[in-house]
């Protein structure tokens, strides 16, 4: 028999299936739409920026900048320096730093897009050219401010018009608009606000008057910029120097690394929906091969080989994906669209741009979701294959495979105790080791769950009967067809298991990390408030407030808390900078020597004295961001705290190693005196930092909430990504109970020929729908509890101490799953419900 014959069969049998074809194409187009919308988004992204950053640098020939970007900065000794090399035509220093802009005592929000100041550079001392104003002019003296068109927008400023500026180290200044200019580069800048500012203002503002943040350089005509940049590097090995098109790709690479990230996340959830599509896939076509079994037997009786009856099952799946993955990047492309709206409508201060739809994202939507689809109908296909023909008329409708059932359950069971075991081992210890611990055991126990829920879903099931006992022989017979297939079930179930495994892991970090900080707030601070920045922490708050707060009446403590970056062994470690009587704000332990601070002195956690082989009164060395290294003394070690971070040091330190532009506090910690009225101090306080427009002034309970209100955030974005595989299982579980009814035409037309109603039929079905998404939940929550757990357990030493399991939201998701159950069915429930009792009954 030719392959021509063959193809028409398959053709015409997918003709002849519309709503079983269009189903299992949706679930192939959901799966591949989530790859390509984050490729096409990130990719936008990209080309966005990338269109800004080549605008940036422009003119610059060389430019000199520390090798962190956290340094000192440059020393103004340089600039003389370099200005006196030959090939040298102009310097010009980088003096800039982030901002807070306020227009009516409020701040104007950026959406997470920065807010910089800078100085205006004269045309004569430029290595570019200026930008173009549109209105007004250049800031000339302090107290003038030039304004980006976004920025100016956005505020509601125009030529004229006074705002305030707030600086971290600083405080505020009011300022006078005096021109608007355009920021170069295509697409539009987000939420970006650039501020210009007076040469020798911006030089008081944002530098301690010896240092500047970088230095740009332009040649001489006819002076070649690497050979000028090579002899500057030369000159000055001590510091990072790179030509423009270096700076510009710098800039782009540390771009790329964020966006990155996101990539990644969003083609983890992509992957998780593509995952959960395939079983949908699978078992899809395992139904459909066992439906047609007597038609595929029936072309072997007549000539087909097993081969081409195999050839003929591929070949509907290569359609199904085909068609299905040409929808899902056509559908990627209308998510991007969609995911870029809805982040603007949140504000969030990314640039636009037009969608880049690169070769890459066509290529791996296509192939993946072809693949996915082949691979998913192989098994089915191989399997009608190889039954005989004989054996397989004779077969009313196939079930499951009973000789492997009890292989599958044994293996499931092995690789359920390997899993477990490994969660156990992992959540004994912390950090990434711990935590790929128990990801591999995670893993463990899915495939595990994947093997054995044929043979658990009987038990569990039966035991869930009790839920439509209600219902008489109806819920008996709903009860009845669902454990009828175990494998169909299980498979219909997993899909809905493993999204609610990673909703309720999440939901318990969620939970276990604003029970934590609880914890640790009501354990820790002994403070009555504290004041902090707003959430994106670029500005803090600036430290003319904490002298502003100790003018308040009642207050007897003020203690300010810095951050600072220092290296270690080579690497990077984040501590606080105290500024004030620590211990009268704060409730720590100190395990050896004492929390007295002198100007050459640290304080270091238990942990992190023990990685570094440190003890009390030991000389040690640390580097400042800016290579210089700082001969300090261990003054004592502390029980660990997440406050401190895992080292604490003094003001010495820190004024001589953060750059001035960057100085502020991430907390201050105010305790009142005996007796104070701490409802007035609070409007006090309030009052007294008005002006910064930024501060937060919280109590306990605040504190807790804000820190909250942040984690909500987060997992809000989580579970919107989840809810995509929720919407995948919710389909599977349509599509599965649609084709059931297909395969139970004759037996519900015999229900229907002997009595029963068309709702009773449809009830029936509910019923059914129900068992299995409850079942499919109730597995899913407890991986997801568990696993939840082991990788709390690892994330001890982050401050995630308290475990919590959110125990109402859990069953509140134990409910809803029924729900969704019965919501899936009532279109099967329909259809199953008009069923023609006589031509069911006589249809072979």
Known sequence: MSGSPMRKVALRNLAAHKVRLVLTVLSVVLGTAFIAGSFVFTDTLQRTFDNIFASQAQGVDVRISPESQQA???????????????????????????????????????????????????????????????????????????????????????????????????????VTVSGIYEVGGSGGTGGLIALQFDDAQARELFTDGKHVAYLDIAAQPGVNADQLRDEIATAMPEYKVQNGDQVREEMKQQLGDALKFINYFLLAFGAIALIVGTFIIYNTFSMLVAQRLRELALLRAVGASSGQVGRSVVGEALIVGLIGSALGLAAGIGLAFGLAALLNAFDLGLPTGSMAVLPRTILVAMVLGTVVTVFSAYAPARRAATIPPVEAMREEFSSSDESTKWLRAGIGAVMAVVGAALVVIGAQGTGGNAALTVGIGALALILAVLLGSPALSKPVISGLGVLVRPFGPIGRMARNNAIRNPRRTAATAFALTLGLMLVSAIAILGASAKASIGDLVDRGVQADYMMMGPPDGMIGVPM??????????????????????????????????????????????????????????????????????????????????????????????????????????????????????????????????????????????????????????????????????????????????????????ILGIVNTLALSVVERRREIGMLRAVGMQRPQVRRSIYLESMLIAIFGAIVGVILGVGLGIGFL????????????????????????????????????????????????????
């Not at 003389?80 to 040298?88: I, L």
């Not at 107290?143 to 705002?163: H, K, S």
């Not at 201050?668 to 701490?678: E, T």
């Open 793 to 844: 357990r690892t994330l001890q030493d982050l401050g995630l101490e308290t475990i919590a399991i959110p125990w109402d939201q859990i069953v509140l998701m134990l409910i809803a799953s029924g729900v969704v159950g019965i919501l899936a069915a009532l279109w099967p429930g329909v259809r199953a419900a008009r069923t023609p009792p006589l031509a069911a009954i006589a249809d072979l």
């Open 72 to 174: 000192i900065g440059i020393p103004l000794t340089v600039v003389d320096k370099v200005t006196a090399m030959e090939g040298v035509r102009t310097v010009a220093p980088g003096i800039n730093g982030p901002v807070t802009l306020l227009k009516d005592g409020k701040v104007v929000q950026t959406g997470g897009a920065p807010t910089f100041g800078e100085a205006y550079i004269p045309p004569d001392r430029a290595v570019a050219d200026p930008p173009e104003f549109v209105e007004g002019t250049p800031p000339t003296r302090a107290g003038e401010v030039a304004i980006n068109t976004g920025g100016a927008e956005r505020a509601g400023l125009g030529v004229g018009d006074e705002a305030t500026v707030v600086f971290p180290s600083k405080g505020p200044v009011e």
């Open 544 to 729: 003319q407030a904490t002298d502003d707060v100790r003018a308040v009446p009642g207050v007897q403590d003020v203690v300010a808390f810095h951050g600072i970056a220092l290296k270690v062994d080579g690497e990077q470690v984040i501590g606080s900078v105290p500024e004030g009587p620590m211990g009268s704000v704060l409730s720590y332990k100190v395990l050896h020597g004492t929390d007295e601070l002198g100007a050459k002195d640290i304080l270091v956690s238990e942990t992190f004295a023990a990685e570094h082989d440190w003890s009390a009164g030991e000389t040690v060395e640390v580097t400042s961001m800016d290579g210089k290294k700082h001969a300090v003394t261990v003054a004592g070690i502390y029980d660990d705290m997440q406050l401190l971070q895992s080292l604490v040091a003094p003001m010495a330190l820190y004024d001589e190693t953060v750059p001035t532009s960057f100085r502020s506090s991430f907390m201050v910690a105010v305790k009142a005196a005996p007796g104070a009225d701490l409802g007035a101090m609070r409007t006090d306080l309030e009052q007294a930092t008005e002006k910064f427009g930024t501060v937060q002034v919280m109590d306990h309970e605040d504190f807790k909430g804000v820190q909250g209100r942040q984690i909500d955030t987060m997992l809000a974005i989580l579970y919107g990504l989840l809810a995509l595989a929720v919407v995948i299982a």
